[in-house]
Structures are given as C-alpha cells and as structure tokens.
C-alpha cells in the first residue's frame, strides 16, 4: 500500500497496535483485528458480553495505541443528554454564556454500559453518530477528525437494562462480542496479574495524522461492481428471508461495503474480493435485523441467518484486479 512512515508500511503500524495492545489483552486476536477494521473504516462499535470478560479494558487498550483525545462516559439511569453534549454556562463576569463541553468532544469515546442510561440519554448520541457533530442550545458543535465511538452493553436480559433502539443499533458499523477466554489464556491472564497496572505498559503507535491517512486510503480501497452487487444481494436476502421482520438497511450496505474495503487494506490489498464481505457480513449486519416472533420462539438468531445466507448467495468471480 502506498503509506509510508519511514521505512514502515500499513501492514507494520497495524501489527505494531495489534502487539502494544495484547500486552492487556490475551487471546483476543480476532477481536482486535476487527477493531482495527472499524478504526480504518471510520465506524462506531458496539460491544455485547456479560460482565467480566475485558470490554472496557479492550476500548482503554485502543485508546492508548493512538496519540489522540480520549474520553469515557459510565452511563448510569440518571445521567442526562446534557452531561454527553456540554452545556453552556452563564459568566457573571462577561455576561456572556460560555459553552462548556461535554466528553463527545474527543476523537475516541467510550461510552461503558450503554443500554443502563435511558432511552432520552441514548438518543443524544444519534447525532452525533451519523453527523459527526452535535447541537446544543441550537448550535451545531462539529465533532473531532476523527471521531470514534465505542459502546459497551450487557446483555440486555441483565437487570436494569434498555434496549438500544433500531435506529441507533443501525448506527454501529459493527457488533462484536468478546467470550469466555480459553483456559491458557485465563491462565496467562492470571499470570500477568502481578504486573501493575497493565496499560501503562502500552506505548503509541500511531500518530493522529497517520491514522487520518490510513483511513483515507482504505476508502480509496477498489470494490469492483461485482462485488457492489454480491454487498446489495446479502442486504436484498436479509429484507425477503421469512424468519426477519425487518432487514438490512441501505446504511447497511454502504457499512458492509465500507468495512470489506478497510478489511482489503489491513490485508494489504487494493481490491476488495468476497472473503472480505464474507468476513465482515455477520458483526456488520446481524444487530441491524428484527427476527419474526416465531423465529426468536423457534431459538433462532440473527447471526446464524446471516451466515446461512452467506452459504445461499452467489459468490461473484473477480473479472480484475486494481491495486
């Protein structure tokens, strides 16, 4: 690819966040490579896991990779769409109002547990999540280049929860999930127990500018018109498939066709190919679909008929390549 930093390539910088940030996180490769897809595609992220199982200290690991503003906001039932944006505050001393901003003003967020804080509060983030800017007081704030947005969740059968509306879930290039580690993993992870404070042992290895230009060439990654119509045949499946209620949006493709080109570029690839789509098709489109009452009776999920469409669709063959 033609970034350059010195002597390094794409491929090096990105190893190198891989290797800062599994000093903290152990066995959680795939995970992180899908971070890294959402980072160079520009999209927000949506992690679900029960408690315990490293979702935040996965968010704080990124954060300190990139030499950029971070910010973390602990949703909780009281808090209020004011303590997300800012607020402005009257200065006895001017007799001005002063804007005070709120932590949505960093180029990396984590928002932890959000479906704990209400419906109002969640809504606040919609703006700020597909407009990249956020009004208060009726005057529009832009948001930091760039601006990354990670949420955590609980399941939402935990006490205490709200479930995140369609129209924010639709928000999130992607949905992942962490898991329980495997048994040398957690032995690892018990191993490293008596180094204090982990994070602090992870450097920068990324510059802000540098991230600026990864994401701009991984959006001039080639996706072919093959490969454009593969994207809007698994879309176009999702709104006809019998078990969903409601299917994949037009977001949702322009969010597959995205992430399969951020997925090229971290492969070092100039040309996005179905392995790319494939990889990428279940965390960009399962949270986006409402299943059928019977098929949620039947035990069915959104992520097993993505994949079972994934195994109906036709594959396109690649006519060229670009790059």
Do not use: W
Request: hydrophobic share 45%.
């Amino acid at each position: 690819m033609s970034y350059s930093s010195g002597s390094e390539s794409s491929q090096d910088v990105l190893n190198r966040i891989v290797f800062q940030m599994e000093k903290v996180m152990v066995g959680k490769r795939s995970v992180i490579d899908s971070l890294l897809v959402a980072l160079l595609a520009g999209g927000h992220v949506l992690l679900e896991d029960v408690p315990g199982v490293g979702k935040t200290m996965l968010v704080r690991a990124l954060a300190r990779t990139v030499d950029c503003s971070f910010k973390r906001i602990q949703c909780t039932p009281d808090l209020l769409p004011s303590d997300l944006t800012g607020v402005s505050v009257y200065n006895q001393r001017t007799t001005e109002f002063e804007f005070r901003p709120g932590p949505l003003l960093a180029s990396v967020v984590l928002v932890d547990e959000l479906n704990r804080t209400s419906p109002r509060t969640q809504s606040a983030l919609l703006e700020a999540m597909e407009e990249k800017r956020m009004t208060v007081d009726g005057i529009p704030y832009p948001l930091p280049e760039p601006f990354f947005l990670l949420a955590t969740q609980n399941p939402i059968d935990f006490e205490g929860t709200f479930p995140l509306p369609e129209a924010q879930l639709d928000r999130f290039l992607l949905k992942l999930t962490l898991g329980y580690p495997e048994a040398g993993d957690e032995v690892e992870m018990l191993n490293r127990l008596d180094e204090a404070a982990p994070l602090s042992r992870i450097r920068t290895a990324l510059l802000l500018e540098d991230l600026l230009q990864l994401q701009k060439e991984a959006r001039a990654v080639h996706v072919d018109d093959t490969m454009k119509q593969y994207i809007v045949k698994l879309t176009a499946a999702t709104r006809q498939h019998p078990d969903i209620r409601l299917g994949a949006s037009p977001r949702a493709s322009i969010a597959l066709m995205r992430a399969a080109q951020a997925e090229a570029y971290r492969n070092g690839r100039g040309y996005v190919i179905p392995d790319d789509v494939k990889a990428l098709a279940v965390p960009v489109l399962a949270h986006r679909l409402m299943l059928q009452g019977g098929a949620l009776l039947a035990g069915r999920c959104a992520e097993g008929i993505v994949a079972g469409l994934l195994g109906t669709t036709t594959v396109p063959v690649r006519r060229s390549a670009v790059g």
